[in-house]
């Protein structure tokens, strides 16, 4: 299966900041990525689908202009929440998925907390 | 109604014991179905996956698709303390992008 790194794995930040987590795919390219948020004692719960050298795709009710997703490359894909809140601490996950094949590969997770 | 349901547990079985775990489904357009294992704090681990009906083993693991009943299943056999975790069950339609639709996730214990 493919390796999936995230960094950082624990970020603290301040109400109204933003903060930026990376997710790599580290042993084979992926064009498409995808963006989980999971709260405690909850499920997955996809934000948005992240395209190579294209815009993200978000879910309904996802807020587009406050989680903007670039997936510059086809081995990083990056989530910053903006101007973050209390309300946004979360568990954030990314996968990555291969094309020709129908399972993900998750990431490690960042935990997000904001004071 | 969920799309995909899974008892929440807590499952709790004494170590060696099988653990049995069971997903149902609504949408007919699944496929693809996986059981993640997800530690406290960790991303989800693929266990296995399986296309459409049938069974599928690897090592002490079993998966059981039942695309009739709209009904999947895991085993795990001679169940270890390490296998205490939270299972999802994920399960994709090729027409919706491969976006995995979860389960809520059942947590197991596994007791030494």
């Not at chain 1, 998925?97 to 935990?111: D, H, I, K, S, V």
């Amino acid at each position: 299966g493919a390796v999936v790194s995230q960094h950082p794995s624990w970020v603290i930040c301040k109400s109204g900041t933003s903060v930026k987590i990376e997710c790599r795919s580290l042993d084979f390219q992926a064009t498409t990525m995808f963006w989980y948020r999971q709260f405690p004692k909850q499920s997955l719960m996809l934000m948005a689908t992240s395209n190579e050298g294209s815009k993200a795709t978000y879910e309904q009710g996802v807020e587009k202009d406050k989680f903007l997703i670039n997936h510059a490359s086809l081995t990083l894909s990056t989530l910053t929440v903006t101007s973050a809140h209390p309300e946004d601490s979360s568990f954030y996950i990314c996968s990555v998925w291969l094309a020709g094949f129908y399972e993900q590969y998750f990431g490690p997770g960042t935990r997000l907390t904001v004071t | 109604q969920k799309e995909v349901e899974q008892d929440p547990g807590p499952l709790s079985v004494p170590e060696g014991a099988i653990v049995s775990l069971n997903c149902t489904y609504s949408n007919s357009a699944f496929q693809y179905f996986m059981w993640y294992r997800q530690y406290s704090r960790k991303g989800p681990e693929l266990l296995m996956y399986t296309y459409s009906s049938g069974n599928k083993e690897d090592g002490r693991f079993t998966a059981q698709v039942d695309k009739s009943s709209k009904y999947i299943s895991l085993f795990i056999r001679d169940s270890q303390p390490s296998d205490s975790a939270t299972y999802l069950c994920a399960m994709s339609a090729r027409a919706a992008g491969n976006k995995l639709t979860f389960g809520g996730g059942t947590r197991v214990l596994v007791k030494p």
